[in-house]
DNA sequence: ATTAGGG
DNA sequence: CCCTAAT
């Protein structure tokens, strides 16, 4: 049972500049309310609320408030991190710079995530805005999406808005609550800062060119130091700087697990910092800008490392890296993203084509599961060229292809020892993944995104596909075909029958594209005549990365359910016309002959099926329709050569009848 | 390898 | 589309 709890804090500490007072005073306090899950509230989600709340208050020097401190912790939840501080930690650590870089920014999101946020002091988190900290090399800084994807910058955070989220390649996810409320943008969503900076100026003039903030989040003390009853959300309060706070002015000396022992504040962009552990009770006017003095990056380190060397960390340290695979290809990792939704850094599938594509996804909160999704592999990628197309071509061609695929086509499913996990809003917890699970139990699938490959051949029949034009979230009667990207048909070199001309070949390439699915896929500059992606082994899963390997071995593959285009029953009619039903083969190779996944049995098997549709009633009639005019022709040939059939038995029989009778007369 | 037919 | 018996 989660309780939500209601807390509130306080923010203080801005760096104003000069504001009319009348301005100033219009609002001196602002509260919103995030709720937030109290006991297990994230790192990722404190930190994220109280940025996107400064910056919706007119912000703009930056967008992100990477870094936090509890006080007296290393906070910095931001690869800000030089290299040579870095492998002086090492050397501190005995560990390799990587997991010495990821311990110190998994620290504070232990410390906040392993205690409740009530148990922390309200004077012993801070928050330092991110210009003020030593950059790490991440360029893109800015709210756009790419300090969030760059290499280096993997464990910054930064504002997440649905738009550079999703411009990042990354995609907002919710373990839990209902459906809307994951999609709806959080409090600290900041879009158009542009815009809001306008706006809030004037209205709230609260901050402008702040180039430096520090907050102190307080637990919520009412002024008589009572305990706030309801604790049901977390509230959040912006308090104006020249106004004390009433709530973070109490002084606690309870002892608390994280004595603040050291202090940051920033004032122009500069990092500021006492040279030693403040006293415990800070006075919350003091410290703004009278008590900070400077202090460079390695005067905070030093201290920090002498805490940890004095004291346990009163968390328990984390294995950072239990990747699951060993596999040794793939690329490297990709794009990482901290979703505030959940705490936990996500990487998310980019846009960068590749056949193999490494995924890591790292848990960061407590509870935390790694995976290592090693080269999601595309299965089946059918393409078909001229002999004549160059490489450069061919290249661009698989390229597109790959891209058309990954850059939407396609979802993610789940899988817990071969069983699909379709509930999305369960936890990782409730649906048994732990970080101790066997992680052969793990796979993922990807998948068509019927809602946004979309195509005539996806819908059963006529009316569902019109379904799936009108309405993005079609309600179809039928169940979406699972094979989803597919087209096709290839520039065939058919022993052209006598009407199957130039033209109707042609015609037949072009109506192929028509009725591709995924209108990406048509790579105009391509010389490829038709792509065919092709999904695989599963029905609806284009593949099936079980991380360990693929059980299935290639041969038991179902082929891919490619349906008769129009074209194709029409060269098939026509060539059965005039060869009959016996002789599949030769069916094969006078009209499929280039068509190399038609085989002489997949043309009897559609002359099979195609007879059966012609006889039933159109509205028992699904996928593409077939022109009555064909089908009409079908069932002609049909009579006829079950005719010619039913003759050249009885012929055949009356010579033996014939031969026999013969030879009993003969032979008595 | 093909054909024919059931599933 | 698959499977397979029968050619």
Redesign the pocket.
């Known amino acids: 049972m989660v309780l939500q709890k209601r807390l509130e804090y306080g923010f203080s500490g801005y760096q104003v500049p000069p504001i009319p007072r009348a301005a100033r005073s219009a609002r001196r306090r602002r509260s919103f309310e995030s709720k937030t899950n109290g006991n297990q509230m994230y790192a990722f989600d404190l930190l994220a609320t109280v940025a996107g709340k400064l910056l919706s208050e007119g912000e703009s020097s930056s967008p992100s408030v990477d870094s936090f401190s509890l006080k007296g912790q290393l906070a910095l939840v931001q690869d800000s991190v030089g290299r040579q501080e870095k492998s002086e930690e090492k050397l501190l650590e005995g560990k390799s710079g990587d997991q010495d870089f990821y311990e110190r920014n998994f620290l504070f999101t232990d410390i906040v995530t392993d205690n409740p946020i009530s148990d922390i002091r309200s004077d012993e988190l801070e928050f330092a805005q991110n210009d003020s900290i030593s950059k790490p090399n991440c360029p893109g800084k800015g709210d756009s999406a790419e300090h969030l994807v760059n290499d280096d910058c993997k464990l910054r955070l930064g504002i997440f808005t649905p738009a550079n989220l999703e411009s990042s390649g990354c995609r907002l996810s919710c373990n839990s609550g209902s459906d809307e409320e994951c999609r709806k943008p959080r409090n600290f969503s900041v879009t158009n800062r542009a815009d809001m900076l306008d706006s809030q100026h004037l209205t709230s003039g609260l901050v402008s060119s702040v180039d430096s903030v520090k907050f102190l989040i307080c637990r919520d003390h009412s002024p008589s130091g009572s305990a706030p009853v309801n604790r049901e959300n977390v509230k959040l309060a912006i308090i104006d700087d020249d106004e004390s706070s009433p709530a973070c002015t109490e002084s606690s000396t309870r002892t608390k697990k994280f004595r603040p022992s050291l202090r940051v504040s920033n004032i122009h962009g500069q990092k500021l910092l006492s040279s030693k552990p403040c006293k415990a009770t800070p006075n919350v006017k003091d410290h703004d800008r009278a008590v900070t003095e400077r202090c460079n990056y390695l005067n905070r380190k030093r201290i920090i490392k002498h805490q940890r060397s004095l004291r346990d960390y009163p968390f328990k340290k984390r294995k950072f890296y239990d990747f699951v695979s060993n596999s040794d290809e793939g690329i490297c990792c990709d794009r990482m993203c901290a979703s505030p939704e959940n705490g936990t850094n996500i990487s998310a599938l980019g846009s960068r084509p590749s056949l193999q594509r490494e995924v890591l996804i790292w848990h960061v909160a407590f509870g935390s599961v790694k995976l290592k999704i090693k080269s999601f592999r595309v299965p089946e990628l059918f393409i078909e060229v001229q002999e004549t197309t160059t490489i450069g071509s061919l290249k661009k061609t698989v390229l597109e292809a790959v891209n058309a695929i990954l850059g939407g086509g396609l979802r993610v499913g789940v899988l817990l020892q071969g069983k699909k996990i379709r509930d999305d809003t369960q936890t990782l917890l409730q649906t048994g993944i732990s970080h101790d699970n066997k992680m052969d139990a793990l796979g993922f699938t990807l998948e068509p995104n019927p809602h946004i490959a979309p195509s005539s051949q996806l819908c059963p029949d006529d009316h569902s596909c019109q379904l799936l034009h009108n309405n993005p979230r079609p309600v179809t009667r039928y169940p979406l075909s699972p094979n989803v990207p597919r087209t096709a048909i290839r520039d065939r070199n058919l022993d052209t029958p006598p009407d199957l001309s130039e033209n109707n070949l042609n015609s037949l390439v072009e109506s192929d594209h028509d009725s591709a699915p995924d209108s990406s896929l048509k790579i105009p500059g391509a010389q490829s005549k038709a792509l065919v992606p092709v999904p695989s082994i599963e029905r609806d899963a284009l593949a099936v990365v079980p991380l360990r390997k693929c059980k299935r071995s290639d041969s038991?593959?179902?082929?891919?359910?490619?349906?008769?285009t129009v074209t194709e029953v029409e060269a098939l009619v026509q060539a059965v016309e005039k060869l009959g039903?016996?002789?599949?083969?030769?069916v094969?190779l006078r009209a499929f002959d280039s068509a190399k996944?038609?085989t002489?049995?997949?043309l009897?098997?559609?002359w099979?099926?195609l007879v059966h549709t012609a006889r039933i009633s159109p509205q028992q009639r699904r996928g593409e329709p077939v022109p009555q005019e064909l089908l009409d022709r079908v069932l002609t040939a049909h009579a006829y050569w079950s005719q010619q059939?039913a003759k050249q038995h009885l012929k055949s029989s009356s010579i033996l009848t014939f031969f026999s009778e013969n030879s009993r007369c003969t032979n008595p």
Do not use: A, E, L, N
């Open positions: 038991s593959q179902r082929r891919i359910r490619r349906p008769f039903t016996g002789r599949w083969r030769d094969k996944h038609r002489y049995v997949d009897k098997d559609k099979k099926t059939q």
